[in-house]
């Protein structure tokens, strides 16, 4: 073979490798967000002083009713939390002494009293807090505060899981968005209607949004790994595209807080040896959350602008798809807690926090009001723990 063949074969091979790639990024939307990703790896850490601060939050599309299963089915997937979920726990603790702790986002339009009669039985040990959870397609601005209003009236008047704020009398919660497409974000408007959902939701009493990341959906942002503050245009969708990031010392603004998971390529996971698979903090069988998935969490380095030495790891899952429960409720979940002891509380290098939704949103608010020391200590900051559990003491504390 001449020199010049062997070149012309190694750049048609480069140029079939460059299609493959790019070809690749569009199909699973990893151009929206790539450039914040490379500016990641690359942006200067800003040293910090002392042990490094990981608030560990656990959230769950809980949805019982997953594929339209047989009523029995349902019942069965909820008794599988409440019995095994404090059986995994009760050999884990972090630096003040609690139970990893479970956050149940659950569906609004599956509603059935019984489910959440148990979940309220599970979080009452300290084991999980609730939140709300929606699916919708083609919806109004009207419909849906009708739903969410009645959702939240039960969840408060029947359940007491959610706590009311004192000045509006309006019940406070997180949210996350079904099928990914918060603010009708999806380039084909599938799965909301209400391009102004981000004011609807705080107007309605959320306090922050939980959805994201979702790559490789369309609904992904151009922003990862960030927590920040969205202002909605409310004539046109995706309004959390982009927004200010929380800040110590920086007055709170827009219409929505947006609390994202990490987001990043898993080079040491690769498609045909080659192409890097996503990792969007989704625990489940497959992906299963191996130690340097843990580490690649926390090394994303999420935090309040200003004050780096507290980093929030919140991960997700659904935990009702029945391919993936003996992952979460078993060994796979379990190892994972370990790990996150045995190299993240060593109280000297690093300190972790298990927090619900709840609780690292206050934790955020304590950092932006310039609060220091353990962030332990601001869980019930701003939003009070939920009415069932405000007049108990913290009995799942060693």
Excluded at 22 to 38: C, E, K, S
Excluded at 99 to 120: K, M, Q
Excluded at 157 to 181: M, Y
Excluded at 361 to 366: G, L, P, R, S, Y
Aim: aromatic share 10%; with cysteine; charged share 25%.
């Amino acid at each position: 073979m001449s020199i010049v063949l062997a070149i012309f074969l190694g750049c048609l091979v480069a140029a079939g490798l460059l299609v493959v790639l790019v070809t690749d990024l569009r199909r699973r939307h990893i151009h929206q967000w790539l450039g914040a990703y490379l500016r990641s790896r690359v942006r200067w850490r800003t040293p910090t002083v002392g042990p490094v601060h990981v608030m560990f939050c656990f959230v769950d599309h809980f949805e019982p009713q997953w594929k339209r299963v047989p009523y029995a089915q349902e019942r069965a997937r909820v008794e599988r939390w409440r019995q095994d979920y404090p059986r995994l726990c009760q050999q884990h603790r972090d630096a003040d002494g609690r139970f990893p702790i479970h956050t149940f986002f659950y569906p609004a339009e599956e509603y059935r009293p019984e489910h959440l009669d148990d979940l309220v039985e599970l979080c009452r040990g300290g084991y999980g807090e609730i939140e709300i959870h929606l699916h919708h397609h083609d919806d109004t601005d009207a419909n849906m505060r009708a739903t969410l209003r009645t959702f939240t009236r039960q969840l408060v008047e029947r359940h007491h899981c959610l706590p009311v704020d004192p000045v509006t009398q309006k019940a406070s919660w997180a949210f996350i968005h079904g099928n990914w497409a918060l603010d009708n974000a999806r380039p084909d408007g599938w799965f909301c209607g209400v391009n102004n959902e981000l004011q609807l939701l705080r107007e309605e009493g959320c306090y922050a949004d939980f959805t994201l990341p979702c790559a490789p959906d369309p609904s992904q942002t151009s922003t990862i790994n960030s927590i920040y503050y969205a202002t909605d245009d409310v004539n046109a969708p995706r309004s959390h595209d982009k927004g200010v990031h929380v800040a110590v010392g920086r007055a709170s603004s827009g219409d929505l807080m947006i609390v994202q998971g990490p987001l990043g390529l898993n080079w040491r996971s690769r498609k045909f040896g080659l192409l890097p698979r996503i990792d969007s903090g989704d625990v489940r069988t497959h992906p299963a959350p191996t130690e340097n998935r843990v580490d690649a969490w926390v090394n994303a380095g999420i935090s309040v602008a200003g004050r780096p030495e507290w980093v929030f790891v919140k991960v997700h899952t659904h935990g009702t798809q029945d391919q993936d429960t003996d992952a979460l409720l078993g060994p796979p979940v379990d190892r994972m807690f370990s790990y996150l002891e045995r190299q993240y509380n060593d109280g000297k290098n690093f300190v972790l926090h298990y927090v619900s939704a709840r609780e690292l949103f206050n934790i955020v608010k304590a950092a932006e009001a310039g609060e220091v020391g353990d962030p332990g200590q601001y869980r019930d900051y701003q939003v009070p723990r939920p009415t069932y559990a405000q007049s108990t003491r913290d009995a799942h504390v060693a």
